[in-house]
């Protein structure tokens, strides 16, 4: 034997002492079977794989692993908030971005309105103007914050080319992108807001998620000239950050689709239809689509907060004697006291004499020298008519008429005075408001037309009242000096009805 062959046989033999031990030797066939088996079994895997894929894809929730969908959210919720959702507080002020549509030729005069709900060092916003002011010295009305509207005169209309640019102010108000937004209020610059009922509305909500939030008209001819489903942007409407941030992808290409449509507002409506999102409505947006005085809407408020209110200029001033302006600085001075209470209805009797009173905290009281049941003051009086047509209807709610028989009439009384009381107590005070009209001649009429001042005394509502109570329910009130009405003042206390307590005549 050579010896690069007995070389060749070492070399053999050293690497089959390498090579792992066989443990089972398995017959061919056996082996080739195994081998298929494996085969298929990684196909399978593979399958699975791909339809749990799937699923995770085109599903909201995995019934697979909720902890891995858990994590998976918080992860997605992140991208629209500084902190995660265990840790983040709850929404108040500084969250919300107020969004003002103006011009400069209407803002100079409706900026008054504005000033009056504005607070400088808490409220964040601007007015959204069509150009740059030219002259700034000696003009109240940059109190607020403004910015110009850019790039909307590109696009096609068939109405109004102000409502193209007011439509794209929540695109416009999302690109400035400011940390810490959790909400856009968008809202004309005749619109009064309360935003500390604001907090505790949208405080109810995910803001990590699409929301939608507003109100529509209280006339039903507008409602069916625009949709019943679209928040109306005079009242006033909110928008996530989720449902901004997709609508400024959108909404240049909806602003070219429905650019026939009349106003900016509806323009929002259409877009936010494209995502598939539908309007939360709340009552406490008004729009105020009515003619002549709004006292019926506002002595009778629906059991809600008040958020906002539009179109002042267009009615009558809502206190009497004063104007439009003095109007509203009077009810938000009201507001500031106790703004979840503000307008918010109580009714109580005097048996004994046959009185029924209903308060309106913070705006007016009403005195019937007769029994009239809580049901019916609930319906507004109807001392207005519908916007458009100046009919006497339909609305969106049911009204009571004004009696022609003035022993059917309320004796009406106005806050004169607000007092914010010690250990959280308020103390407000109505004039008796004397009527041009002739009176009632009765002799009941005129016991009760003594009455020149009521005095209301109340404990301050929670301020979250509105974000904790989701059903919530009228308080109850007493007269506490029924028995002797001297000095022609009556004494009103309003507190939380007992469990049993019902406001029954």
């Not at 409407?237 to 609508?247: E, G, M, T």
């Not at 503000?342 to 019937?368: A, F, N, P």
Request: charged share 20%; proline share 5%; hydrophobic share 35%.
């Amino acid at each position: 034997m050579s010896r690069s062959r007995l070389e060749q046989l070492i070399s053999g033999s050293r690497l089959e002492q390498l090579k792992p031990p066989t443990l089972v030797a398995l017959p061919e066939k056996t082996k080739a079977l195994l081998v298929r088996c494996m085969r298929v079994g990684l196909i399978l895997c593979l399958i699975a794989s791909i339809a749990l894929g799937l699923c995770s894809a085109f599903s909201s929730q995995s019934h697979w692993f909720p902890l891995l969908d858990r994590n998976r959210t918080r992860s997605a919720t992140s991208i629209f908030s500084t902190t995660g959702v265990d840790s983040e507080p709850p929404t108040n002020i500084s969250h919300i971005l107020f969004s003002i549509g103006s011009s400069v030729n209407t803002w100079r005069d409706r900026s008054r309105y504005a000033e009056a709900w504005w607070d400088r060092n808490t409220t964040r916003g601007y007015v959204w103007l069509d150009a740059k002011p030219e002259n700034l010295t000696n003009v109240s009305a940059y109190y607020i914050p403004y910015r110009v509207s850019g790039n909307w005169t590109r696009f096609k209309y068939s109405h109004s080319q102000s409502a193209v640019r007011i439509a794209r102010v929540v695109v416009d108000s999302f690109n400035l992108r400011l940390p810490n937004v959790r909400w856009f209020v968008m809202g004309d610059d005749d619109t009064v807001f309360f935003p500390h009922n604001l907090v505790s509305v949208l405080s109810r909500y995910d803001h990590n998620r699409m929301y939608y939030i507003g109100g529509n008209s209280e006339s039903v001819e507008q409602d069916v000239m625009h949709a019943y489903d679209m928040a109306f942007g005079g009242g006033g409407f909110a928008i996530s950050y989720p449902l901004a941030a997709r609508l400024a992808e959108l909404m240049d290409g909806c602003l070219e689709r429905y650019y026939n449509m009349y106003g900016s507002d509806q323009r929002v409506w259409a877009c936010v239809s494209e995502t598939g999102v539908s309007l939360t409505q709340l009552g406490g947006f008004h729009q105020f689509d009515i003619r002549g005085d709004p006292y019926g809407v506002l002595a009778a408020h629906p059991l809600a907060p008040l958020l906002s209110l539009h179109h002042i200029d267009a009615l009558a001033p809502i206190f009497p004697n004063q104007t439009h302006l003095d109007s509203i600085k009077s009810l938000v001075h009201a507001y500031r006291v106790d703004p979840p209470r503000i307008l918010q209805q109580s009714v109580c009797y005097d048996r004994r004499r046959k009185w029924t009173v209903s308060i309106s905290w913070g705006y007016t009281l009403q005195l019937y020298p007769t029994m009239v049941s809580a049901l019916d003051l609930r319906r507004p009086l109807q001392t207005f008519k519908t916007w458009r047509s100046w009919a006497d209807g339909p609305f969106t709610f049911n009204t009571r008429p004004v009696s022609s028989n003035p022993c059917e009439r309320p004796i009406t009384y106005f806050l004169e005075h607000v007092k914010d009381g010690k250990s959280g107590n308020t103390l407000t005070t109505y004039k008796r408001f004397g009527h041009k009209e002739r009176e009632c001649n009765r002799t009941d009429y005129h016991h009760a037309m003594a009455m020149q001042r009521i005095v209301v005394l109340s404990r301050k509502m929670d301020p979250q009242y509105w974000t904790k109570e989701l059903a919530p329910r009228r308080q109850c009130s007493e007269i506490k000096n029924r028995a002797s009405l001297r000095g022609g003042t009556m004494m009103i206390k309003i507190r939380r009805c007992r469990p049993s307590e019902s406001i029954t005549i």
